[in-house]
């Protein structure tokens, strides 16, 4: 299975809105309601802000969202504040009946 | 509260066997409500998912890994490891692991701190 495709980097001032965009295929995240992000700090484990698609875990903020448009799911950040400075990575069944796990590459998020 | 805890040596030779374990707190591995997953994560890359067990003993690899994986569980001991095997230094990373719901659920709700293996001679 192939990686999904993030971009490197995306920037935001602070009360701004910011989306980060998370690519697959229509074996993965265009076919299955199961894409998650993670925000992580540096030096830092992972932290789930979204799972299948649009669901918050509880205690995460409702200023992130997360929805799907065909085969690229999305994570928006509503109010930057600069505790959301961070790499954020996405997460998806691979398909194919396979039970496999893929990730993005991840998305650096610079807080201006 | 759930919590995970990677153990294992932080230096490995190239050619051998890395070997960590994940010790679980606050819940039993054996509940059958959740999956047990290793994730690894090279410096300044991205996340990279190894693979996972259930408490039946039953597992999922990623495939570019699959040849040299093993993951392997103790219930009684409330831990589950990871064998990796001839591993270069191209298997340098923090290793991570975490808890997926069942059915795998494609989402990692518990991770633990992480722990940095160097494979160096």
């Known amino acids: 299975q192939s990686a999904l495709t993030q971009p490197a980097s995306v920037s935001g001032s602070p009360g701004q809105s910011i989306t980060i965009s998370c690519t697959g295929t229509s074996s993965d995240v265009g076919s299955y309601n199961l894409v998650s992000w993670y925000q992580q700090h540096p030096g830092k484990a992972p932290k789930l802000m979204i799972y299948e698609g649009s669901k918050r875990p509880s205690g995460v903020s409702n200023r992130f969202s997360g929805s799907k448009s065909g085969n690229t799911a999305s994570l928006t950040i509503s109010g930057l504040q600069a505790e959301d400075e961070a790499d954020y990575y996405c997460?998806?069944?691979?398909?194919?009946?396979?039970?496999?796990?893929?990730f993005g590459g991840g998305t650096k998020l610079t807080v201006l | 509260q759930v919590q995970l805890q990677e153990s294992g040596p932080g230096l490995v030779k190239p050619s051998q066997t890395l070997s960590l374990t994940c010790t679980v707190s606050g819940g039993s591995i054996s509940s059958g409500s959740y999956y047990w997953s290793w994730i690894r994560q090279p410096a300044g890359k991205g996340l990279e998912w190894i693979g996972r067990?259930?408490?039946?003993?039953?597992?999922n690899y990623n495939p570019s890994l699959k040849s040299r994986v093993t993951i392997s569980v103790d219930t009684s001991k409330n831990q589950f490891s990871l064998k990796l095997s001839s591993v270069t230094a191209a298997d340098t990373a923090v290793y991570y692991c975490?808890?997926?719901?069942?059915?795998?659920?494609?989402?990692?709700?518990?991770w633990g701190q992480g722990t940095l293996v160097t494979v160096s001679s």
């Open positions: 975490a808890r997926e719901g069942v059915p795998p659920s494609y989402y990692f709700d518990y």
């Open positions: 997460c998806s069944y691979a398909g194919s009946s396979t039970f496999l796990v893929v």
């Open positions: 067990i259930y408490t039946s003993g039953s597992t």
